[in-house]
C-alpha cells in the first residue's frame, strides 16, 4: 500500500480518496479521538459514508460471542464506537478489497501499486487491455502511465525492443499469451502533476496542471506501438498476422470530417 499522506489523518481530515490509505484499526482509533468533539454527532452520516467508500460496515446489532466470531471469521474487526454521549454501537469493519478491475475507482486507483494493477487486470478473464471497457481504461490512465504490444514470442524479448527499454523505465510489465503471439500490457504510476484533467474541471483549477514540455504522451506511446511493428521488417511475414496483432487509433473531430467530404464532393463534380 502506497504512503501518501504526511501528518496523521483524522476523521476531520478523511476523504473518499485518502481514506483507502488507513486500516480497520486506524477507524477506530480515529473514532475515539473524535470523541470528544462536540460537532460529532452532527457529521456522523457525513463520516460514516467516507469511511464506507473503502469498508465494508456493518453494525452488529446482536452482541453475542459467537455472532463477534462469525464477523471476525469473514475477516471484520469488531469494535465499540461512541455515537453521542449516551450511545455506543459495535461495528464490524472490513476493508474492501480490491481484486476485480470493476473494484477500480478514481478514489482508489492512487492507492494501489502497478504489480498490483496488473495484477487485477490479469483475472479479468485474460482478455488483455482492449478487453477493458472504456471507462474502467479512463479511470486506470488517470493514475498510470500504460503502454501495450503484440507480438510473437520469439520477438516480444528482442534486446533493444520495446518491452526491455520499457522495464528499464521502471514499468511493470504483465504478459497475456494468445495463441503464439504475446500482448504485454506496461504500466508506470503517473506523476500527480500528469494527472489527466477532466473536461469537467473548473478553469480555476488551471494552475494545478503543468504543461508536458516532451509532447503528447499519448502519441508517444502510440509511436512505440508502431515502431515495434516496424522491427524487422525483412522478417515480417504477412501471413502470420491476425486480428490481434496490430490495432489503430483513429482521432475523429467532426468538424475535421465535414470539411473533407465537401472537399470530396468538389473534386467528383469535376
Not at 91 to 97: G, H, N, S, V
Not at 132 to 146: A, K, N, P, T, V
Not at 197 to 204: A, Q, T
Request: proline content about 2%; glycine content about 4%.
Amino acid at each position: 500500500m502506497k504512503e501518501k499522506n504526511k501528518g496523521i489523518l483524522t476523521l476531520k481530515t478523511l476523504t473518499k480518496s485518502n481514506v483507502w490509505d488507513i486500516q480497520e484499526n486506524d477507524v477506530f482509533r480515529m473514532w475515539e479521538a473524535a470523541e470528544k468533539d462536540t460537532d460529532l454527532k452532527d457529521n456522523l452520516r457525513h463520516y460514516s459514508d467516507i469511511i464506507r467508500t473503502a469498508f465494508e460496515l456493518e453494525e452488529v446489532k446482536v452482541d453475542r460471542p459467537e455472532v463477534v466470531k462469525k464477523y471476525e471469521a469473514r475477516g471484520f474487526k469488531v469494535g465499540l464506537v461512541k455515537l453521542d454521549e449516551s450511545t455506543k454501537v459495535k461495528w464490524a469493519i472490513k476493508k474492501r478489497p480490491i481484486m476485480r478491475v470493476t473494484d477500480l475507482t478514481y478514489e482508489n486507483i492512487r492507492h494501489i501499486s502497478a504489480a498490483k494493477l496488473l495484477e487485477v487486470i490479469n483475472r479479468n478473464f485474460g482478455g488483455g487491455w482492449e478487453s477493458l471497457s472504456q471507462s474502467i481504461r479512463d479511470i486506470i490512465e488517470s493514475g498510470f502511465d500504460i503502454s501495450t504490444t503484440t507480438l510473437p514470442k520469439d520477438r516480444l524479448h528482442k534486446v533493444g525492443g520495446m518491452y526491455e527499454k520499457k522495464v528499464a523505465d521502471g514499468f511493470d510489465v504483465l504478459e497475456i499469451a494468445k495463441g503464439t503471439w504475446i500482448e504485454a500490457i506496461f504500466a508506470k504510476e503517473k506523476p500527480e502533476a500528469l494527472k489527466p484533467r477532466s473536461k469537467y474541471d473548473n478553469d480555476e483549477d488551471d494552475d494545478k496542471y503543468d504543461d508536458n514540455e516532451d509532447g503528447d504522451e499519448e502519441l508517444d506511446d502510440r509511436g512505440d506501438r508502431y515502431d515495434d511493428i516496424e522491427e524487422d521488417d525483412d522478417d515480417f511475414d504477412e501471413d502470420k498476422l491476425t486480428e490481434e496483432s496490430y490495432r489503430t487509433t483513429f482521432e475523429t473531430d467532426p468538424e475535421v470530417l465535414s470539411i473533407e467530404a465537401e472537399d470530396v464532393s468538389d473534386d467528383e463534380e469535376y
